[in-house]
């Protein structure tokens, strides 16, 4: 760092467990970007404070994560299409004092699928299982691609018929379905997707579905990535289903923050390595 050095960094509550810093300066260090990133542990009654001070300081770009993704947008002088339909921001970048609000979860998701396990989405049956706040920007972002369907499932499910009115629309891909009718609808996806925390560590036994239930040859996704393999996935993989972990969404949703940030492409490779090599503690 030297009198030149941009600053980054994340605000969440708690934040010390974050993977972001050791992510994006890895990004820096690997295309030459006088860059600097770090996490701040900012409590919901210092956010307002906290903004200012990026403002004041000139920081580049913040990540924003939990309680804070729906607050912060009081704060921003403008928040993109994505994001507003998603009600909720995870990066900002300071356009010369201007602060504008993203939403890189859900986009990053997806190119993570597409780049890791299904390349084309248009045309495909497509299952969500959950409907929090994980589920939301996957749900805005799947039906960006032209699927045949995306059908939310929820265990509870007002809030899966709230989504899917939300971002639904008539004659739109995204519709609410029972969770007891989940087993019929995944004999025929092409992609399930975990967005519920059943199966997270420590609960790493748990599955939020008979995974014997998709078809062979579907692609089983899950966006835990503690562990890295779920039982869902283990599951799905035994029934010659293609797997897919939540690690590509963190990268990816970086990766995009990255690029937004600098103008230049995201060395994805070397991020994801930097994250792996973490939970393996190099
Ligand atoms: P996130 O922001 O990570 O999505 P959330 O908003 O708390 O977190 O949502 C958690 C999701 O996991 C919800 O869809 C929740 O279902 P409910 O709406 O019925 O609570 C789902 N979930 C959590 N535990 C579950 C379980 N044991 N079985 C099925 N779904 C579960």
């Not at 404070?49 to 403002?55: D, L, N, P």
């Not at 504008?100 to 969500?128: C, F």
């Not at 692609?219 to 690690?247: K, M, Q």
Request: aromatic share 8%; glycine share 12%.
């Amino acid at each position: 760092m030297d009198n030149q050095t941009v600053v980054y960094g994340v605000i969440g509550d708690p934040i010390r467990h974050t993977k972001s810093p050791i992510m994006l300066n890895r990004a820096f260090r690997e295309t030459g970007v006088n860059g600097a990133y770090a996490a701040f542990h900012v409590t919901p009654d210092r956010l307002e404070a906290a903004i200012g001070g990026i403002r004041a300081l000139g920081f580049r770009g913040l990540n924003v994560t939990i309680p804070h993704k729906v607050a912060v947008m009081t704060w921003l002088d403008e928040i993109d299409e994505g994001a507003r339909a998603i009600g909720a921001v995870n990066t900002i970048v300071n356009e010369n004092g201007r602060l504008i609000g993203y939403n890189t979860d859900g986009i990053g998701y997806v190119r993570s699928l597409k780049e890791e396990a299904e390349p084309e989405l248009a045309g495909r049956r497509i299952v969500v299982l959950g409907a929090g706040g994980a589920a939301r920007g996957i749900v805005w972002a799947l039906a960006r691609e032209l699927p045949a369907s995306v059908k939310i499932a929820n265990r509870t499910w007002d809030k899966a018929r709230d989504l899917a009115a939300s971002l639904g629309g008539d004659g739109g891909p995204v519709s609410a379905i029972r969770w007891e009718d989940l087993r019929d609808a995944c004999g025929e996806a092409d992609v399930v997707v975990n967005t519920t925390s059943v199966g997270m560590s420590p609960n790493v036994d748990d599955t939020p579905i008979d995974p014997a239930w998709l078809k062979p040859g579907a692609v089983a996704s899950d966006l835990i990535y503690n562990p890295l393999v779920t039982a869902f996935l283990r599951g799905a993989r035994e029934r010659d289903c293609r797997i897919h972990g939540g690690l590509g969404m963190f990268v990816y949703q970086g990766a995009y923050a990255f690029e937004y940030w600098t103008g230049l492409p995201a060395p994805v490779a070397a991020m994801r390595d930097e994250v792996l090599a973490s939970f393996s503690g190099k």
